[in-house]
């Protein structure tokens, strides 16, 4: 098998390491891939910060062109992107076909930003001392940003740090998670056919015991990490004064109401708890249902997560397959067997077959249980009972993350009290908290991260207002 090269300053570069790719499902080798040495690490960094003045000043037509042509690349070559990311990361087919087409439009609606992002003129003689004065605000790149991306959206979640970069005229450089590195290196393929000067992006798959250092480097004034919370939070702590954004984890609430479209929130709740094996930040984990709906809920719930189809990812009608790794689903395992032990039910699944957890759906689990004050990241559902909507809110707001909640009603009331009252970053009526569309602000509070992706917020956190003001004019 070839081996796969990185991306250095924009050509392809080899190192005198490789790293092994494997297929969690079966352990096939994917692809092996080329490993930087220290010393080709310091030269895309070099080559980033020689960059960017002129990076800033990049046309933007030059920009936007840039990132329309890789979104029409990423769609020619879409069969074959999902394939990669089925193999490398275990993801079904389904999903990894959603995956390359949110990566399309990731990158669409970034080119289509980039040419909307402009000044803006604020007149200053609302005041007589500011008489002939007249405000230009623009937003200026803070510098080159480093981007730490993580295994479950080993595409999409790239091109959230690397679309809105190339949008505000910011070299950046890669370090993609080890164990899924092969789709940012393809991305870095496509990159490599634009106009884009040489020092504008590297794709350095280097082991995670090497980023602190690129995280240290001052020539890297802008740190996105998309990860763990641990993680997150130590990369903050390590540079303090560097402009840190955090992606970071949840338990996910989905609360239904007694008026709701039970079919509905039970199909969507099944489905959602279980894709991509759970290995998402806002896949449902905890199920909060008013105890006037309950009974029935679970009495549709069940019959849907029993009929998700778990197997091989390549096969096409695959709904759920392996995690990342099969120590991930010991994890998960034992996180089950804890909760049962200090009194949960299982209702569905709780087995395990090497990485495949079966979706599982839990009940009766104490509050302190890790399955509920925990990030999960596999296919496990908590349900919990509760009186009503006061209770309900109550128990989404008992956690120490706040990315996004879903509230299945009817109600528009009940719809606006939980947009000012759930402390989470995104409220989703009527569907479950995995809904995320591209271009929203998407983030959340609490321990769920700093910052916001989605196009527009990441590139206004790309950058820093910059005022110039006029004087001595007529107005």
């Known amino acids: 098998m070839d081996v796969r090269p990185f991306w250095l300053a924009g050509r392809a570069a080899t190192g005198e390491a490789e790293l092994t790719v494997t297929n969690p499902h079966d352990g096939k080798v994917v692809a092996i891939c080329s490993v930087p040495t220290e010393e080709q690490v310091e030269q895309a960094v070099a080559a980033a910060e020689a960059v960017r003045a002129q990076a800033a ?78 405000a ?32 505000v ?96 929130a039970a199909s969507r709740i099944a489905v959602f708890g279980n894709y991509q094996a759970g290995q998402s930040c806002i896949a449902v984990q905890r199920v909060i249902v008013e105890d006037a709906a309950y009974d029935r809920f679970v009495e549709r719930l069940l019959p849907a997560v029993q009929a998700l189809v778990t197997g091989d990812p390549g096969d096409e009608k695959t709904q759920v397959g392996p995690l990342v790794s099969e120590a991930a689903a010991e994890r998960v395992e034992q996180w089950i067997a804890e909760a049962v032990a200090a009194g949960g039910r299982l209702l569905a699944g709780g087995t395990r077959e090497g990485a495949t957890i079966a979706p599982t759906v839990l009940t009766d689990v104490p509050a302190d249980a890790k399955v509920n004050r925990e990030e ?27 990315l996004q909640a879903g509230v299945f009603t009817r109600s528009l009331d009940v719809a606006f009290r939980a947009n000012r009252e759930l402390e989470v970053g995104g409220v989703i009526v009527g569907d479950v908290p995995s809904y995320r569309a591209d271009q929203m602000p998407y983030g959340g509070v609490k321990q769920s991260g700093i910052g916001r992706e989605g196009l527009r917020s990441a590139m206004e956190d790309f950058t820093y207002e910059k005022t110039m003001v006029l004087t001595g004019l007529t107005l």
């Open 57 to 134: 000043a990049l046309p933007v037509h030059v920009r936007a062109d840039a990132l329309a042509h890789v979104s029409r690349r990423l769609a020619e070559r879409a069969d074959e992107l999902a394939t990669l990311i089925s193999r490398e990361n275990g993801k079904p087919m389904m999903w990894a076909r959603g995956e390359v087409a949110r990566a399309v439009s990731t990158f669409r609606f970034a080119a289509e930003e980039t040419r909307r992002f402009s000044g803006d003129v604020q007149r200053l003689d609302t005041e007589p001392g500011g008489t002939g004065r007249m």
């Open 136 to 167: 230009y605000v623009t937003r200026v790149p803070r510098g080159p940003v480093l981007a730490i991306t993580p295994f479950n959206f080993p595409l999409n979640l790239v091109a959230h740090k690397v679309a809105p970069a190339i949008a």
């Open 169 to 264: 005229g910011a070299p950046v450089v890669v370090k993609p998670a080890p164990a899924t590195p092969v789709s940012s290196l393809v991305l870095g393929d496509i990159l490599a056919e634009t106009a884009l000067p040489e020092g504008m992006f590297s794709v350095l798959p280097v082991p995670n015991e090497r980023a602190a250092a690129l995280v240290d480097d001052p020539r890297l004034p802008v740190v996105s990490f998309t990860g763990s919370g641990p993680v997150g939070y130590a990369l903050l702590d390590q540079v303090p004064r560097k402009h840190v954004t955090l992606e970071l984890g949840g338990n996910a609430a989905a609360v239904v109401l007694a008026d709701a479209d039970l079919d509905w």
């Open 376 to 402: 999960v990241f596999g296919p496990v559902m908590v349900l919990s009972r509760v009186a009503g909507v006061d209770e309900a809110f109550a128990a989404v707001n008992d956690s120490a993350y706040g």
